[in-house]
């Protein structure tokens, strides 16, 4: 098969980094190739964050270029507006409707863009936009909104619940597993 | 087992399979996770060494003695280690010894886009650089047998993209080899001009005896392709660009020893395409041979020496056509990273620009102490600069310019090659006022102990070196204590010690607001019937605050409570109890 590529993107701190380790995990269980690439460092102080996550029969580069993207799965709304050069005509985005104010806006120096959402829905992009954080929330703790994300990603797999609970109890402390298999849960039914 | 590794991981799972037993390092991204991972395997022995000069003459020490050893750091950290780097080409090693480092094309996290494969070829040290995790492992196993087999040490070259990606690698046993017997042997290991002499042309003749290994190895082999118009020489993370681009279509020629070169491979790979081409990231290295065999090469013309590479520059710059999604047309405000909420060095430099300084800076999160709204640093090239570079500025000004200047650095950073700095302004006596940034970790990196913190890598107790003590020791006489979060405490302490005229350290001490350890307030809460709009709590810029409509607003979900901006309002809008 051709080698699809998922996107994550965020903000440094919110979880990114996990969702991708999760989700490579799942898929190299599944028989494919997979590549997960990561930033490390200065760019985690709540800057703007990518990892890449590529999966096929053989995936040669680590990372997603532009126009490559089958799908983006953003963790805050003008994180996806960021990236969306690097999606596929037609592919698909998973936005968490959040807004984290970057410091040119809390500075005054620029402004948060209105209306994102219904701006990314005129591209050639299918939009799915909810409210991650407050699903996350109810299920125990802001921090869970990768988990959340997570679900809602999972509706466009066939994998099964057995196959999304193993790589989660393989990717969180188990303190905080059965809250992570809520906002899962949550994700993927809201 | 196959799985998921980092190249770093991968790379630390090489050398506990090839029996690597000592391992010291000092940490920089992009290389940290090898001695982290490796540091996981009780078999091993691993630590963090103060800087890499001395991680690489501890683990040429291992290797002296007869146990396989490795040191890891990122480019500019081998800048330190160039001193044993280039004598330890002449020693040769006891029992295998590697040398991990990596760059940073794209300046993630780096002050500068150093290429270290000059430094192979500097030194005369064969160089190893994988494409991805699986390469990083068998490269990692493969460098001990080169190591022992050619007497050199041997360097692993990882990038940002391999060093932080993972791809699927297949695990195995550990062997440990027998340790080596230590034989006194004057000859070799002392470096002094009548055994250099002849030390030197067996390093050349070991030298060509590693290229005559290098024609042969399967790491440096030819791929066929379909179409010899084109044939690529490549490596690294370049050769998966070139892959992902034009799969099998063109002949590649992929490097696996990138110092020193086959050429008879090279010759002969060019002379069976129309036209030769050589994909690489940053300097011309692989080209630049190619031109030296006399070879016709495009490189450098069509791809950049600055920045990062990538399938689709690579596709397009061979005459391929790629299509991009479609851009928003918005202005997107940029996300730079910011220090974080409750950062104990953010009120430190809000001090500091309040008393407009002129701030010597250095190499840590505190660098952002550079970037508005704080833009209270003046100065930052590499670790210790800050300290030295501040004796040198006073030196050359006059005192009223000492008056107002001052240098800062982190606690790991002032160990790594500060103290140094601290004891020519003892020594040499200029009126200098240096800040240490302690924060109780070493941060940038992730956290890693250093030798202030009083943990190992290991993360068992050990001996705290105290910081008081040493600048005293080092002849400092005046050394204080401030508590970033009081900052009428660190503004006299400052301008006390800028009005004296001897030199003094100041120690500013909180822990990193990221610690597990660190217990914090509740957040802070706003009253927007007292907030009158200011904005003066705006200028620490902290990314828990922001105006709506004309009113601070704390956002609680990252507030932790530090108190800095209480500090900062008039009204007694801000506080723990706001104005609730």
Not at chain 2, 542 to 568: F, R, Y
Request: net charge negative; hydrophobic share 40%; aromatic share 6%.
């Amino acid at each position: 098969m051709e080698t699809k590529n998922i996107m994550i993107v965020g903000v440094g701190g919110q979880g990114t980094l996990l969702a991708s380790k999760l989700l490579g995990r799942l898929l190299l269980t599944k028989g494919f190739d997979v590549k997960v690439s990561e930033v490390h460092g200065m760019s985690q102080r709540g800057g703007s964050v990518v990892t890449y996550v590529r999966y096929g029969d053989r995936v040669c580069s680590p990372i997603i270029d532009k126009g490559q993207a089958d799908c983006i799965l953003s963790f805050e709304l003008l994180e996806a507006a960021r990236y969306t050069e690097y999606i596929k005509p037609g592919g698909r985005m998973i936005v968490n409707s959040q807004q984290i104010n970057p410091m040119p806006v809390i500075a005054g120096a620029a402004a948060y863009p209105e209306n994102l959402v219904q701006k990314l829905s005129s591209l050639d992009v299918k939009v799915d936009a909810f409210d991650a954080l407050s699903l996350a929330e109810e299920a125990g703790s802001s921090k869970a909104v990768n988990l959340v994300l997570m679900g809602r990603l999972a509706k466009h797999f066939d994998f099964t619940d057995e196959e999304w609970m193993d790589a989660i109890e393989h990717s969180v402390p188990p303190k905080f597993l059965e809250m992570n298999k809520k906002a899962f849960e949550a994700g993927r039914s809201a | 087992m196959k799985t998921l590794m980092l190249g770093n991981e991968a790379v630390a799972r090489g050398l506990y399979e090839a029996g690597c037993s000592f391992v010291s390092s000092y940490p920089g991204t992009p290389s940290t996770e090898i001695t982290e991972c490796v540091a996981k395997y009780d078999e091993v022995y691993a630590e963090w060494a103060p800087n890499e000069k001395v991680a690489l003459e501890a683990a040429f020490g291992a290797s002296v003695r007869g146990k396989r050893s490795f040191c890891a750091m990122k480019h500019v950290g081998l800048n330190v280690a160039a001193d044993p780097l280039f004598t330890i080409s002449y020693t040769g090693v006891n029992a295998g010894l590697i040398i991990g480092v990596a760059d940073d094309a794209g300046m993630h996290s780096s002050q500068n886009e150093q290429d270290s494969r000059h430094y192979a070829q500097a030194a005369k040290i064969p160089m190893l650089e994988p494409s991805d995790s699986a390469e990083a492992l068998a490269f990692a196993k493969l460098a001990y047998g080169l190591s022992e087999k050619f007497d050199t040490a041997v360097l692993i070259k990882m990038c940002t993209r391999v060093s932080h990606s993972q791809s699927v690698v297949e695990t195995a046993e550990r062997v440990v080899p027998e340790q080596r017997k230590y034989e006194k042997n004057p000859a070799k290991y002392i470096m002094m001009p009548a055994y250099a002499k002849k030390k030197h042309p067996v390093v050349e003749e070991r030298t060509r005896a590693l290229a005559a290994w290098a024609e042969k190895t399967e790491i440096n082999r030819i791929e066929q392709g379909q179409d010899t118009s084109v044939g690529i020489i490549t490596s690294s993370t370049c050769y998966q660009y070139v892959k992902e681009a034009f799969g099998d279509t063109y002949p590649v020629l992929k490097l696996g020893m990138i110092w020193p070169m086959p050429e008879t491979k090279i010759k002969d790979f060019a002379a069976s395409v129309d036209r030769l081409v050589v994909v690489e990231e940053l300097d011309s290295f692989i080209e630049t041979h190619c031109r030296n065999l006399g070879l016709a090469v495009t490189g450098k013309e069509l791809f950049t020496e600055i920045g990062e590479l990538s399938q689709n520059v690579v596709k397009e710059k061979l005459g391929g056509s790629v299509q991009t999604g479609a851009l928003l047309g918005e202005e997107i405000p940029a996300r730079p990273p910011v220090m974080c909420a409750g950062c104990p060095h953010r009120s430190l430099f809000y001090v500091l620009k309040k008393l407009n300084l002129t701030v010597l800076g250095d190499i840590g999160c505190y660098t952002l102490g550079a970037v508005a709204p704080l833009n209270a640093i003046d100065t930052t090239v590499c670790m210790g600069a800050s300290v030295s570079g501040l004796h040198g500025f006073i030196k050359a000004g006059d005192e009223e310019s000492a008056g107002r200047t001052v240098a800062v650095i982190g606690d790991s950073t002032f160990i790594h090659s500060g103290v140094t700095g601290l004891i020519n302004i003892a020594y040499n006596e200029s009126n200098s006022t240096v800040i240490i940034l302690d924060n109780s970790i070493t941060g940038m990196t992730g956290h890693q102990q250093n030798p202030t913190t009083g943990y190992n890598l290991k993360g068992d107790p050990c001996t705290k070196i105290d910081l008081e003590s040493l600048c005293h020791a080092v002849g400092i006489r005046r050394v204080r204590v401030v508590d970033p979060y009081d900052m009428e405490a660190c503004q006299s302490a400052i301008q006390e010690e800028l009005s004296v005229k001897e030199p003094s350290v100041i120690i500013s001490r909180r822990p990193c607001a990221l610690l597990k350890y660190v217990k914090h307030a509740g957040p802070i809460c706003s009253d927007p019937e007292k907030c009158k709009g200011c904005k003066a709590c705006m200028n620490i810029g902290c990314p828990a605050i922001s105006m709506v409509d004309g009113k601070a607003v704390i956002d609680e979900t990252l507030c932790v409570g530090c108190g800095v901006c209480e500090q900062l309002c008039k009204f007694g809008a801000l506080g723990a109890e706001g104005g609730r």
